[in-house]
């Protein structure tokens, strides 16, 4: 299993506050990673950096070895990059299909002529229908506005969708913390089949059972810092909630 | 030590344009600096000001009125209709309290219909500004009791009317209240994240009800004092003043994102209003001259704290991030 | 039939402006007899033609998530411009009004979009620019044009005893319809008016589509320029204030949300129609004049309480439907 991106001596500053104090990250090809701690432990502002949402204060980003600066989400997204923020993800007043198509639209052709300002509206409709019914995913209608649909839903819109455009790692900030159990083992489901696709999947989560039922490893952030990346078959769900809340059985880990 | 002269920039940046254009008079016109001219631009600016004031913190907790115009005049007209039926006091008083009323029904409007403030306000404005045409019969009127106008226009001292004093004692109250009330706090703290405050059990709908009526109130006073100042009343005399008092706002530094500003802030946006409108009068320039100054000053301002938002931030990164590296 | 009952009730839930209007123009010609007559829908939409193509233009932009103050300021220029222009080249005084139009949207939306000041704020200052730079350059004077040229014909010809503006009107609804709902930039309108983060986590950079709409604006502003020019023969700098209210009123009465992202411009066109309605059926009636402004507002506030309260149940009515299927 080669490397698929690596994070270096990534440094992230809010004005005063640093959110990101130097966080190294390597993440495998296919490789499904758990990225845990407390609150405003910088788990997000981690993964915006790694999505080009911020730039990083300091640092540097590999993609399969090769440097990369991404000065927005687009960039980030051309080597196939791609960020779900819970609920940020999908634009809630456009329909299932406008949603998934977001960014690759199809053109509409006339007389042989693709007309790029043009919506090919019944194609895409087609398309989706025929994609999320073989995800499994029940939507009422895929002409259903997306803020008409449950959170279970829209998470699983939004998974569908990078795989629909073929990322090669996923990052999904708190997918489930909104949602209910069944919904919840969709999500999962999701995540695995991502995983058997071999997209990577960085999942950031409170919720312990969650991460040990799809992570291949666990990463603890506390204060901005890493203080934890371990395999989880090393570990116990006990273990790392004491890393998140800084308790060091006498390991001595901190730094 | 740069950071501190930063700061003192964008706090007296006001003061400073005002600076500048008073030291542009002197070297124009130097009958601009007698007494009478300064008092002239406070004493003209007073009646703006207690509006402003009244709507300041409206503003800090996120809302605004643009009906302020219409409640100004509709009091007026009342307060003048009135004076010759029940007297001028009773006139005035009645006139101050019917803008309890028109800032309770603009809050209940948005606090328990829950409409969009600048709708709800746009919707009454029109609907306060028709009642005064109604009343008028769409023509101007006066009182003509010469008294009346004592109210507006008494002098303090030689050359120093009465409306300066109530400007001051609006400023006073309006600070204090920001300052130093729970009532001040809470305008802040709604304006800075409404649902935080309503999770923690703060009654966001009363005060909010509280703020318009307080804005209703500050500017039916300022409408009283119009009409009592010129002893007239016209329902076209509000157009466009809830636009030029929220543009002078925020000016003086209260954000439209609602949770920030300071009323010392705000009295500095008028002033400079004020000032503006009287050099272009001074140097006799067409008078469409003052609505492109004012124009510029509020794009200024605007776009002037954006660009340094966004550069400070930046800054205090790059340096937050050196000092950090050097102490290890 | 439940299914269709639930449809029903959905559309009329969304499009309540539809109704509105059919429930007025009937009270209206039971007290009018007048009401019913081909001339007299043809007098409204005539008298509201230059307020419907602003109205679209103001739409677009509320559907963006912005909103704009000084399309007043810019009909004006624009109409004074064409005024100005109209003996001089017919050609000219259509073209570039309109251009100028698209250039004062442009800069709104260049503020707005690209530096990211407050649009209200913003076009509130540009409404007091542009108005101011109008008076100063005309003095306040009107403006004079001939009456008997070519350019005469865009407001008072007719083509099959229909005026011309409402041509002018129905094309430009069907224009700005079929740009927000049938294009790519009409999709991104939408979604960066409901939730430009998607937008940007898509990597796609709305800020574009943001300042193109005020520029859209601009120029449908701009042919209402043209229009008003044509039918006032001589213009105003101070014509465009009256427009203010009016175009505000029918874009929030047509079910546009200030919040953006939601707004349908056919919605829109009938608002404008319904605010004829009413200004025509109290000229019918004989409401006094000086009483016409307090029902104007009491319906305008009357209608956003009606709007809101349904909008609501049609949240409600949604969510119980998608509990029960799941
Ligand atoms: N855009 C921002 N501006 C300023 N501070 C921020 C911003 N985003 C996050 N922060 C701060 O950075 C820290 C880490 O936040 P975040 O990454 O959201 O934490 P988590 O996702 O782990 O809960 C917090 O203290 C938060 O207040
Ligand atoms: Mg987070």
New interface residues.
């Given amino acids: 299993m080669g490397t698929l991106v690596e994070m270096k001596g990534i440094y992230k500053l809010f004005g005063g506050l640093c959110a990101i104090n130097n966080v190294d990250l390597t993440i495998g090809k296919g490789e499904v990673i758990g990225l845990v701690g407390d609150n405003a432990a910088g788990k997000s502002t981690l993964m915006k950096v790694l999505s080009g949402v911020y730039p990083p204060t300091e640092g540097d980003i590999f993609v399969e070895g090769q440097q990369k600066i991404f000065k927005s989400p687009h960039d980030a997204r051309n080597v196939g990059v791609v960020m779900l923020f819970q609920d940020l993800a999908l634009v809630q007043d456009l329909d299932v299909t406008d949603n998934i198509f977001l960014g690759k639209e199809l053109p509409k052709r006339i007389f042989g002529q693709d007309m790029r300002f043009l919506l090919d509206r019944r194609t895409m409709d087609e398309r989706s229908e025929k994609f999320l019914r073989e995800l499994e995913i029940n939507v009422d209608s895929i002409k259903e506005k997306v803020k008409n649909l449950s959170g279970g839903q829209r998470q699983s819109v939004s998974i569908a969708r990078t795989i629909f455009f073929n990322a090669r790692l996923v990052i999904l900030d708190e997918p489930t913390s909104a949602i209910s159990v069944k919904e919840t083992q969709k999500v999962l489901d999701l995540i695995l089949q991502l995983k058997k696709k071999g997209v990577a999947v960085i999942i950031v989560s409170h919720r312990m059972e969650d991460i040990f039922n799809v992570a291949d490893r666990v990463v603890v952030l506390r204060r901005g810092k890493k203080v934890e990346d371990i395999e989880k078959c090393k570990t116990t769900p006990e273990l790392i909630i004491k890393r998140i809340i800084g308790l060091n059985d006498g390991a001595g880990c901190n730094q | 030590m740069n950071k501190a002269l930063g700061k003192a920039f964008l706090e007296y940046k006001l003061l400073l344009v005002m600076g500048g254009i008073v030291i542009l008079m002197f070297f124009f016109d130097f009958t601009f600096f007698n007494p009478i001219n300064l008092i002239n631009i406070i004493s003209h600016v007073s009646i703006n000001g207690i509006l402003a004031m009244g709507m300041t913190l409206l503003m800090i907790s996120r809302s605004f009125d643009m009906s302020i115009g219409s409640i100004m005049v509709l009091s007026g007209t009342i307060t003048v209709m009135l004076v010759r039926v029940i007297g001028i006091p009773g006139a005035i008083l009645v006139g101050v309290l019917s803008g309890i009323l028109m800032g309770w029904l603009n809050g209940i409007?948005v606090a328990k219909?829950?409409?969009?403030s600048?709708?709800?306000t746009?919707?009454?404005?029109?609907?306060f500004?028709?009642?005064a045409?109604?009343l008028t019969?769409?023509k101007p009127i006066s009182s003509r009791n010469p008294n009346f106008q004592i109210f507006a226009t008494y002098e303090l001292f030689e050359g120093v009317p009465i409306v300066i004093l109530y400007f001051l004692i609006a400023i006073f109250i309006v600070w204090f209240i920001s300052r130093f009330t729970r009532l001040g706090k809470n305008a802040y703290d709604i304006g800075g994240n409404m649902d935080a405050c309503r999770m923690m059990g703060i009654n966001v709908d009363y005060y909010s009800i509280v703020f318009f009526i307080i804005s209703g109130v500050f500017a039916s006073f300022g409408g009283v004092l119009l009409s009592s100042k010129i002893d007239a009343a016209s329902a076209v005399f509000g157009e466009n003043v809830g636009?030029q008092i929220?543009?002078g706002i925020?000016i003086g530094g209260v954000s439209?994102?609602g949770g920030v500003g300071k009323v010392m802030g705000v009295v500095q946006g008028i002033i400079l209003l004020g000032l503006l409108e009287n050099v272009t009068m001074y140097l006799g320039l067409?008078g469409?001259?003052q609505?492109?100054f004012?124009?510029?000053i509020?794009?200024g301002v605007?776009?002037f704290d954006?660009?340094y938002v966004n550069v400070n931030?930046k800054m205090?990164?790059?340096t937050?991030?050196r000092k950090?590296k050097e102490i290890g | 039939m439940n299914k269709f009952y639930a449809r029903f009730r959905l559309f009329y839930l969304n499009n309540s402006i539809i109704f509105i209007f059919i429930a007025l123009s009937v009270m209206s010609g039971i007290l009018s007899d007048k009401f019913f007559s081909v001339r007299n829908w043809l007098n409204i939409l005539n008298n509201f033609s230059v307020t419907g193509i602003v109205s679209c233009g103001v739409a677009l932009v509320l559907i963006a998530g912005g909103i704009d103050l000084s399309f007043g300021s810019i009909l004006a220029c624009c109409s004074v411009f064409a005024a100005f222009l109209e003996p001089r080249s017919l050609f000219l005084a259509i073209l570039l009004p309109v251009l100028l139009g698209v250039l004062l949207g442009l800069f709104n939306g260049f503020i707005v979009a690209k530096i990211g000041a407050n649009p209200l704020i913003t076009t509130l200052g540009t409404q007091w620019l542009y108005f101011a730079l109008l008076m100063i350059v005309t003095s306040g004077n009107l403006v004079q044009g001939n009456s008997d040229t070519p350019f005469h014909f865009i407001g008072h010809g007719k083509i099959f005893n229909i005026p011309f503006p409402i041509y002018f009107f129905l094309g430009i609804v069907l224009f700005a319809w079929f740009l927000s709902r049938k294009t790519l930039y009409g999709k991104y309108l939408f979604a960066h008016g409901s939730n430009k983060n998607a937008l940007f986590c898509s990597g796609i950079d709305s800020s574009h589509i943001y300042m193109m709409t005020f520029a859209i604006m601009g120029l449908l502003v701009g042919i209402g320029g043209v229009v008003l020019s044509s039918r006032l023969i001589g213009v105003r700098p101070t014509e465009g204030g009256r427009y203010l209210m009016n175009v505000l009123t029918a874009v929030i009465l047509g079910g546009v949300s200030l919040n953006g992202g939601i707004g349908s411009l056919v919605n829109v066109m009938i608002a404008v129609v319904v605010l004829g309605v009413i200004d025509n059926s109290m000229v019918l009636l004989g409401v006094p004049y000086k009483d016409q402004q307090i029902i104007r507002g009491g319906i305008f506030i009357l209608s956003i309480i009606y709007n809101n309260y349904l909008v609501n149940q049609s949240e409600i009515f949604r969510r119980k439907s998608v509990s029960q299927e799941s």
């Fill in positions: 409007l219909f829950k409409i969009n600048f709708i709800a746009l919707g009454t404005m029109v609907i500004q028709g009642m045409f109604s019969n769409m636009l929220i543009a925020v439209l994102a067409f469409y001259f609505l492109l004012r124009a510029l509020l794009l605007v776009i954006i660009v931030s205090l990164e790059k937050n991030f950090m």
